[in-house]
């Protein structure tokens, strides 16, 4: 593939974005109308790719009260699927955080929303709990496309835009999970109805068939169409030896040994692990509560996850904004104000008895939700400065551990779902006020360290001389 980027001239250097030089051609400035390679190119697939994986992802979520009568299953087999669906997930996010480091975002993001997609289109042949655990556990490997989704935008913007950016992308691919309540239950299920004459079983044994079919077609997109950093593709960068090779296991271990990674591991477990089990979790919770079709649940179900075409961007705009005044001590103060306020919001949620209170709690509590998971990412691009994928891709990891673990609080309370969510609040509220240990070396943290000049800079790979010109004598 040529790696000719549209609206560059390499004689001047010329964008379409204004640069800047020092930090490896990363863009200023954020034009969201436009699609000019090779920023805004990647921030819109960044966001598309990881909006059509959330989407496959919990494609089945609102048709599994139908699917529980279909198959014969209890409310139990339900929540181990919702595991399933997320345990396969955290394993990949790990992976993928050094692989981005090595490979770029756009090739990994591509391939994974083809291979996911095939899982997707093979729901409707589940007969069993077996088949659907199966199903769901490789489907889950969907959302791993966060960490390719906030490694490009990281690798294409600069750090005083970084956290809006994140955000931005992340939020936008986020809202797949309203998008797939409101869709799939409210529109494309009573659809396929009509198409096999009132079938219950037929209509959502063949309604994934379309997301899969469009998930498939965006990866194929998202290969051609884009590129991996400003300067082109990391293989013809490497291969002309302006890019250096970057080992994936140094990459990986870089940020794994960093305490902050971990501390933040466990607080985007306390935020994006939330969402992820409410998404799983909300329709169920409406139709049993407060007796509603599966029609009226998806569709309140699906206002948690459009919360993020504007919350996780306010988050990380709000956390730059800190940063200017603050530095990264702002941060993460912001960072800890929104998890606690997440807390208190799902406690007073878990307490409301009549629908329309429980609407409102449920879009309040969700925008807390969405802003600490965009504050998260204001902070990891800072984490470690020469592994910045190994980290994003750990953290990332948090979200599906956290549902995993609150999926299991859920499972041993199947008719107490009130008593979870308080659970699920006190947790929340621990991990805000944890904040208060986050040092990143160079960084002022809420209670000591010292801010450096130095620290505040993302360090990026540059290419080694002897080796360019071990490659120029080749040639």
């Known amino acids: ?25 990363k863009a200023k400035e954020i034009k969201l109308c436009s699609f000019a390679r090779p920023h805004m190119r990647a921030f819109h697939f960044a966001w598309w790719g990881f909006f059509i994986a959330f989407f496959i992802w919990f494609a089945i979520a609102p048709l599994l009260p139908l699917i529980k009568v279909d198959l014969g299953l209890t409310p139990q087999d339900i929540w181990t699927t919702n595991i399933c669906a997320v345990a396969f997930d955290i394993c990949m996010r790990f992976v993928f955080g050094a692989v981005c480091d090595k490979y770029g975002a756009r090739v990994p993001m591509g391939c ?16 069993s709990l077996t088949g659907l655990i199966c199903i769901r556990l490789f489907i889950g490997l969907a959302g791993s496309t966060f960490v390719m989704c906030q490694c490009w935008a990281t690798r294409m913007f600069t750090k005083e835009i970084v956290g809006m950016v994140n955000g931005l992308v992340g939020g936008w691919g986020n809202v797949g999970g309203g998008a797939t309540q409101l869709v799939m239950g409210t529109l494309l299920f009573p659809l396929f109805k009509v198409f096999t004459g009132q079938d219950v079983s037929l209509a959502w044994r063949t309604v994934t068939l379309v997301p899969a079919a469009v998930a498939f077609t965006t990866g194929i997109a998202v290969i051609c169409f884009s590129d991996d950093c400003p300067k082109g593709n990391y293989k013809e960068l490497k291969k002309s030896g302006e890019m250096p090779e970057v080992s994936a296991a140094a990459s990986f271990r870089g940020g794994a040994v960093d305490i902050n990674t971990w501390m933040l591991f466990i607080q985007y477990a306390c935020c994006f692990g939330v969402e992820l089990t409410v998404n799983n979790a ?5 139709v049993k509560r407060f007796e509603l079709s599966i029609e009226s649940a998806s569709a309140i179900a699906s206002i948690f996850g459009f919360m993020n075409i504007f919350a996780r961007g306010l988050g990380g705009w709000s956390s730059d904004k800190a940063n200017k005044s603050l530095k990264m001590r702002g941060r993460i103060l912001v960072q800890a104000a929104l998890l606690i306020l997440e807390g208190a919001c799902i406690f007073i949620f878990a307490q409301m008895g009549n629908l329309p209170a429980s609407v409102v709690m449920l879009t309040i509590f969700s925008i807390f939700v969405q802003g600490a998971e965009g504050s998260t990412y204001g902070i990891v691009p800072y984490v470690n400065r020469v592994s910045p994928g190994a980290v994003a891709g750990i953290v990332g990891a948090g979200g599906p551990t956290g549902a995993v673990c609150f999926g299991l609080i859920f499972r041993q309370l199947p008719d107490d779902a009130q008593t979870a969510f308080r659970i699920m609040a006190g947790v929340v509220m621990a991990s805000g006020f944890m904040s208060i240990f986050i040092n990143i070396k160079g960084h002022r943290g809420i209670l000591c360290g010292e801010d450096t000049a130095d620290a505040t800079k993302i360090q990026i790979p540059v290419a080694d001389a002897d080796a360019a010109e071990e490659v120029d004598e080749e040639a």
Do not use: H, K, R, W
């Open 1 to 25: 593939m040529s790696t000719e980027i549209a609206n560059y001239d390499e004689a001047v250097g010329n964008y379409a974005l204004a640069v800047d030089e020092n930090q490896d051609d």
């Open 282 to 286: 909300a329709v169920s919770y409406f």
């Open 112 to 127: 994974v929303l083809m291979l996911a997609s095939i899982p997707t289109a093979c729901i409707g042949l589940v007969n």
